[in-house]
């Protein structure tokens, strides 16, 4: 399980993540939605601890003693970047190196679709470049996945994809959290919602529990987007 706890942070004195605090539990997949600009990319960081917190604290419990080998979190996001004159197939070798991985590179992409091992990271398409970054967060078995906007991008293959590989991963027991502004396909993925906006917390419930009074999670989301804003205005 993935937890924080009044979590917060500024940048040049403007708070961006706001007290937030919100479960994700083992065994489940959690949709971190929220509008652009919300506060989800700083959070994610906040959780890999790539950026540091003002206040509040992120414990990430997982029983890796359960799976040899495996490391507590692996994860996508934007700013996980690749050297552009990098072959694929060396850019995550040096990731793996960084992490003791001991599967081949070229095995895990030819995982997640990518068949050509010597195409330069330059080359790749947005698609391409997500499975790349799946890839990356696959490289040594992690017990909770982090991915933000893994849906960006990818073809209906790789949409259904995706899908799979995280249904299959909570299925196992692992946390799951997944950012993503894809609404429509985000409700065939997640079993939980955490709605930011503002920077802080609005809505945190079961899928079912988030749309019961709402014909679909998109309607949902902009109701409770809606509602927020107009208690602050």
Not at 55 to 76: F, H, I, K, M, Q
């Amino acid at each position: 399980m993935i937890s924080c706890h009044d979590v917060t942070k500024s940048y040049r004195g403007r708070t961006v993540v706001d007290h937030v605090t919100f479960d994700v539990p083992a065994g489940q997949v959690t949709g971190f939605l929220g509008p652009n600009g919300s506060g989800k990319t700083t959070t994610m960081r906040g959780i890999l601890g790539l950026t540091g917190l003002d206040s509040g604290t992120v414990v990430v419990e997982t029983d890796t003693a359960a799976v040899p080998g495996s490391r507590p979190l692996g994860a996508t996001l934007d700013c996980m970047g690749f050297r552009r004159e990098l072959r694929i197939e060396h850019a995550l070798d040096a990731v793996g190196r960084r992490h003791g991985a001991t599967t081949p590179p070229r095995e895990l992409l030819e995982q997640v679709g990518l068949d050509d091992p010597r195409m330069r990271v330059g080359e790749l398409s947005l698609g391409m470049m997500q499975r790349l970054r799946i890839a990356a967060a696959l490289v040594v078995p992690a017990r909770a996945l982090v991915l933000d906007e893994p849906l960006n991008g990818l073809d209906p293959d790789g949409v259904r994809w995706v899908r799979g590989l995280v249904r299959e991963h909570a299925d196992a027991g692992g946390a799951v959290l997944v950012s993503s502004h894809l609404l429509n396909e985000a409700e065939r993925l997640v079993d939980r919602v955490v709605v930011i906006h503002r920077g802080s917390i609005i809505a945190e419930n079961t899928l079912q529990g988030f749309t019961q009074h709402h014909a679909s999670l998109e309607d949902a989301f902009f109701a409770s987007t809606a509602r927020t804003t107009g208690d602050r205005a």
